[in-house]
């Protein structure tokens, strides 16, 4: 059997029940994706209370991610399906161990760095780590251009305040606008669409009064 039959037969039960449980838990439950998103640089959030089926359902998608190995990263998930196991992570208060499944996932495959190293930067700003994401992002968009989620992650981790250090804000919107020439239909982490992006990143939030996040 071909490698890619074999990737699709492994990722297929997982890709359908992130798709199918992840959106009717998310309503039933009132889960809001955007609350969770780092619009500001603050201590990540605390997971939402959860029915029990919607944990279960949630510890399910986990169950299945862990089970496929770096194969689900590797293989490069699509970034809504990754948006929504990001969502089961992170609302399981799970948000540090799928970090560490993408950085594991680059180890095993150099090559997924391109799509992982992005969202490897996402998640650290997720996790309020600032400088940490800043840095990943820029090494995301030096070592590969082309990759439209590189220049995403780095215009929204530079426009998050870390100590006291940002970018201007005409750099912001040159990257915003390359990102656009790019793809003008991105879509992100986050679920984060280019109008979205616009609107978020165009004009950083005013700096702490303390210096810091």
């Given at each position: 059997m071909k490698q890619s039959t074999m990737t699709a037969l492994a990722l297929a039960p997982l890709l359908l029940t992130a798709c199918d449980l992840v959106a009717p838990a998310q309503q039933r439950d009132r889960i809001d994706r955007v609350a969770i998103v780092p619009t500001t640089?603050?201590?990540?959030?605390?997971?939402?209370?959860?029915?029990?089926?919607?944990?279960?359902?949630?510890?399910?998608?986990?169950?299945?991610?862990?089970?496929?190995?770096?194969?689900?990263?590797?293989?490069?998930?699509?970034?809504?399906?990754?948006?929504?196991?990001?969502?089961?992570?992170?609302?399981?208060?799970?948000?540090?161990?799928?970090?560490t499944r993408i950085e594991s996932a680059m180890t095993a495959d150099p090559k997924a760095r391109a799509w992982l190293l992005p969202?490897?930067?996402?998640?650290?700003?997720?996790?309020?780590?600032?400088?940490?994401?800043?840095?990943?992002?820029?090494?995301?968009?030096?070592?590969?251009?082309?990759?439209?989620?590189?220049?995403?992650?780095?215009?929204?981790?530079?426009?998050?305040?870390?100590?006291?250090?940002?970018?201007?804000?005409?750099?912001?919107?040159?990257?915003?606008?390359?990102?656009l020439a790019m793809a003008p239909d991105y879509f992100g982490p986050g679920d984060t669409t280019a109008e979205g992006l616009r609107k978020q990143l165009t004009t950083p939030a005013a700096p702490s009064p303390h210096g810091g996040p």
């Open positions: 640089p603050v201590s990540p959030p605390q997971p939402p209370t959860l029915s029990a089926e919607t944990q279960a359902s949630y510890e399910a998608i986990v169950a299945q991610v862990n089970a496929s190995g770096d194969l689900f990263f590797t293989r490069r998930a699509p970034t809504k399906v990754l948006n929504e196991v990001e969502l089961v992570f992170f609302s399981l208060g799970r948000g540090p161990e799928l970090l969202r490897q930067a996402w998640l650290l700003g997720r996790l309020g780590q600032f400088d940490e994401a800043r840095s990943v992002a820029e090494s995301a968009r030096t070592d590969f251009p082309t990759e439209p989620d590189a220049w995403f992650v780095w215009a929204f981790a530079n426009s998050q305040s870390a100590s006291g250090s940002r970018v201007p804000a005409t750099a912001l919107r040159d990257a915003i606008n390359h990102l």
